[in-house]
């Protein structure tokens, strides 16, 4: 009889979600056969939510494609045959060159998002298209908007360490749903009010048992702050000092304020005079502060104004910054992209950057003339379906991998 053996790992989820919880993952005889939350890290505390309490049954489900597939048959037919990885790759390879040949490499356009975000998996297959020279598709589709938002009032995107949540004697969920979207700082938050800190939730939706919510009107966060602005400055409760020091265009900003009084913004966000002033005074009042963004209000028109608005309310009451991506911080993630080698390649046709959220209106062009899908369903995925999966039927060169 062979010697059954048992090991435990650590790992870190790597799906698309800021929480990375870690995971501790037990294989018995090369077969990982348990996942369940590591109770040590100070973060997550044990806890796995139910995907990846389940994602075993994905990874060994006999659903799941374990090899290539060629389509031979009319497309819609589901007419696949099995072919070996070394054809894959051969036809594959020689798609590739005939566009190159025919079209230049910027006719190529990989499509990557949403799947494995390691950085091994999400990053460094980037390389591959950068050292080849082809098109790329920008990830607009998640929290572009806001970032650039946020490096034009900030210089970077960074924000406050969410470690500062249970000191801070004021907390705001700014278009967050908090016990979904982000639990364990969420947990964080309960703790915070348990000691006595005042929290809001700022959102269309009823989201949380917790705090004071301020039901807003749909797309107009940025408003709510250039009111908040005017009570602050207009009511002298915002620190001189600080605004003196750490920033410019002051006075610029000013002139805009004073055009949005509490009394017209109360009317424009459909939300009482008295809870807007409350809410400023608050922030004055309370420090520090805790303002946390969520990704839903850049998704609209004028959405990164949005959050490049209030991204600016901190420093009027002695703060910097507001928490809303805190990614690539210490991590150079263009040299694990290879975004070096897209300056060194030999690229040849027209190479562009195309909108990810318009990845139907992009192959409706006819400029994409290879297609290379991984790590992505973009049917699923994106938005405007119904065109995706127009453009993807009448698409005759691409190649899935998922």
């Known amino acids: 009889m062979g010697t059954s053996t048992q090991a435990t790992y650590y790992n870190t989820c790597p799906r698309d979600c800021y929480d990375t919880c870690s995971i501790l993952t037990t294989v018995e005889n090369g077969r990982a056969v348990k996942l369940r939350g590591n109770p040590k890290h100070p973060i997550t505390q044990g806890f796995l939510c139910w995907k990846i309490q389940n994602a075993l049954k994905f990874v060994y489900s006999p659903q799941r494609l374990q090899y290539p597939l060629k389509r031979v048959g009319k497309k819609g037919n589901d007419d696949f045959q099995r072919i070996s990885w070394n054809e894959a790759y051969q036809e594959i390879t020689n798609q590739f060159l005939r566009t190159r040949e025919t079209h230049g490499t910027g006719a190529i356009l990989p499509v990557d998002y949403f799947g494995h975000m390691g950085l091994l998996n999400k990053q460094f297959s980037q390389r591959f298209f950068n050292a080849l020279g082809t098109s790329s598709c920008a990830p607009t589709v998640c929290s572009n908007a806001g970032r650039s938002a946020l490096q034009h009032v900030y210089g970077g995107f960074w924000g ?46 009823r989201t949380s048992g917790l705090g004071k919510h301020l039901p807003i ?69 309370l420090r520090p502060n805790f303002i946390h963004l969520g990704f839903g209000m850049q998704k609209h028109l004028y959405g990164g104004e949005a959050v490049r608005t209030i991204a600016l309310l901190p420093p009027l009451v002695g703060g910097f910054r507001v928490h809303y991506s805190n990614t690539d911080r210490e991590l150079d993630l263009s040299f694990l992209q290879g975004k070096h080698f897209a300056n060194e390649a030999e690229t040849t046709g027209h190479r562009k950057t195309y909108n990810m959220a318009q990845l139907g209106k992009v192959l409706e062009t006819g400029e994409v003339k290879s297609l290379f899908v991984f790590n992505t369903n973009p049917v699923v995925n994106f938005p405007n379906q119904k065109l995706v999966k127009k453009g993807l039927v009448a698409f005759d060169s691409g190649f899935f991998l998922n």
């Open 160 to 205: 406050i360490d969410p470690d500062e949540i249970p000191a801070s004697k004021l907390i705001i969920h700014w278009g967050l749903n908090g016990p979904w979207s982000n639990l364990h700082g969420y947990n964080l938050v309960k703790k915070a009010v348990k000691n006595g800190s005042k929290y809001y939730v700022i959102d269309p939706m």
């Open 217 to 285: 009107k749909p797309n107009t966060d940025g408003i709510l702050a250039l009111g908040i602005a005017n009570h602050l400055i207009s009511t002298g409760l915002y620190e001189r000092e600080h605004v003196e020091k750490h920033t410019y265009g002051f006075e610029q900003f000013v002139e805009v304020v004073n055009e949005f009084p509490v009394e017209k913004v109360s009317r424009m966000v459909e939300l009482p005079k008295e809870d807007i002033r409350e809410l400023a005074e608050d922030m004055y009042r």
